[in-house]
């Protein structure tokens, strides 16, 4: 769970990111050049990233804590798992 | 430069992923478990690495290929630059 | 710490790759197309990666499980911030 | 194909890249700590990332320019495949 200050953060980079893709799409309408247009999905992706690493901080400091502290090696295998799952999902560690 | 349908089909997209990016916020609003949410962005960067895919294509089959063939040296070198200059900077070949 | 068996299967599979780099560096010798070396360099990137999950999956079922259980937030904090200062400084998450 | 100076350049890389998992391969057998067996394997990745931006350099400066310089559509319609599948296949753009 995101305490309401990172929920915050997370929803503001949020919005900032939708109001980057829609630039990009005004980019492609204006007939931008290629590379430029790359350059700024590359952007977007560096900026999904923080949100990720922020995600990723905060559930290793709740869920995974929690999980962990139960004692409850059920729990424990299903969060180690499911972490790896994600990355193993998209082969990006 | 894009032609018209490849401009419309990465608008498209663009929307699209603009939409799934607002779909994440309503997730982080209505505290969905942070797996989740990690996932959704994952889904966000695959979409968008879809979206570079199309526009570097297209960059290739354009403006590479005009570059290239103007038989200018000074041109393909730039173009050359600049592709490896993308690859570069996010570290991602 | 890894056990025995973690232990192996990870050597095995870095001795692995560690001829299939010495085969690259037979095919750059024997001028190989660019593209297949590239492929084969790719595979390479694609076996290391599942040595870092391997890698990563014993750290938090061991040395991250022990830090969290003992119920000391620094030592918390200090496995927490080392994984993701891992994926951090790699951009790749 | 690549000249002289970039084969050599590209094997004292990979021979390095050799070595270096050879070393990741003793830190394993001597108990390192998982995180400093994974910052190894990151720093075997960005390497190999080096020698990846070299042949796709050369490749672009060579192959790609005398297909797309040969006038002949079907060959242009190869290399720019070529290009995209690589990436396409990895999912890293």
Tied chains: 1, 2, 3, 4.
Excluded: P, W
Aim: aromatic share 2%; hydrophobic share 40%; with cysteine.
């Amino acid at each position: 769970m995101l305490d309401s200050d990172k929920k915050q953060t997370l929803i503001n980079r949020l919005k900032s990111i939708e109001g980057h893709v829609r630039g990009i799409e005004r980019m492609v309408e204006e007939d931008a050049y290629c590379m430029d247009i790359l350059k700024q999905v590359k952007a977007v992706q560096q900026a999904l990233e923080r949100v990720s690493a922020l995600t990723l901080e905060n559930h290793l400091n709740t869920c995974v804590t929690t999980a962990i502290r139960s004692e409850d090696d059920v729990e424990k295998t299903r969060v180690v798992t499911e972490i790896m799952d994600v990355f193993k999902a998209t082969g990006k560690l």
